[in-house]
C-alpha cells in the first residue's frame, strides 16, 4: 500500500531490508480534532476509528505487525517477539529479525529510529525530556548492539516539539547539565520566570554521538520538524491539550523485510 502522501519516509543511509516511516495527520479516518490518522488509544478518539486508522498502518508495513506499547516517560527497553502483545509497557523496543515493527507514538516528543549496519536488528525509542535524561537513548544502543553484534548503528530523529516551542524550567536543564556540562550549550534563558528554551534534537544528537554513533540524521531544529507550529501536519499535545482537551498521536515505524 503507498504511504500517505504527507508521511515522511526517513532520508538515510539504511542497511538494505531495513525500512522506516513517521506518520503525520494526513491519511486516517478520525474525526477533529484527532483528524485524521491519529493511532492512539487513550486520547478520547472514538475506538473504531483508532483501530481503523491502525489497520491502515499495518498495511503500510506489511507483512511486519507494529507493535504499539504503553509508553511512559522511562527507559525500559523491550525485544519484541511475536507473542509480545499491544500494551507492553516501554519506552523503547527492539526487533531482531522480519515480522514485527518496532513503533513509537509522539505528539511532540521525539521519536528516536536506530538500524544496526548488518541490517539483522533494528530499534525505535520515545525521547521525550526525562526519557532522554535519564538515559532511554543509551539503554536502546545498548540493547541493539547486544542484538545486532559487531557494527555501526545509524539513528533517525523524526519531528518533535522545536527549539523555539520547547519552554522548560531550569529543573530540566540541571537534569541534563549535572550529567554533561556542555548541554548547557542547548538551552536558551528565555527570560520569563526563569523559564529556558530547549533544543531538544540537539541534546539527542549529544547523546548519540557520545555513544560512537556517528550518522545522525533527520531532525536538525528547523521549523519544519517542529509538531508546535506545523499544526496542519503534525499533533501536538502542548499546543492542542488545554483548548482542545487531548490530541491525537503519530508513530515512527521501523522494520526489517
Known sequence: MPLPSDSLAPDWAAPPGVRALFTTRDGGISAPPFD?????????????????????????TAPARPVFLQQVHGTDVVRLDHLTPDGTEADACVVQGPGLAATIMVADCLPVLLAHASGRAVAAAHAGWRGLA??????????????????????????????????????????????DAEAAAHFRFHGQDGKYRADLPALARRRLQALGIAQVHGNDGSAAWCTVTQSSRFFSHRRDAVRLGSTGRMAACIWID
Open 36 to 60: 485524521s490518522f491519529n493511532l492512539g488509544d487513550h486520547v478520547r478518539d472514538d475506538p473504531r476509528a483508532v483501530a481503523g486508522n491502525r489497520a491502515r498502518l499495518a498495511s503500510l
Open 134 to 179: 535519564n538515559g532511554v537513548l543509551e539503554a536502546t544502543a545498548g540493547a541493539l548492539r547486544e542484538a545486532g553484534g559487531e557494527g555501526e548503528v545509524i539513528a533517525w530523529l523524526g519531528p518533535c516539539i522545536g527549539p523555539l516551542a520547547f519552554e522548560v524550567g531550569a529543573e530540566v536543564r540541571e537534569a541534563f547539565v549535572l550529567v
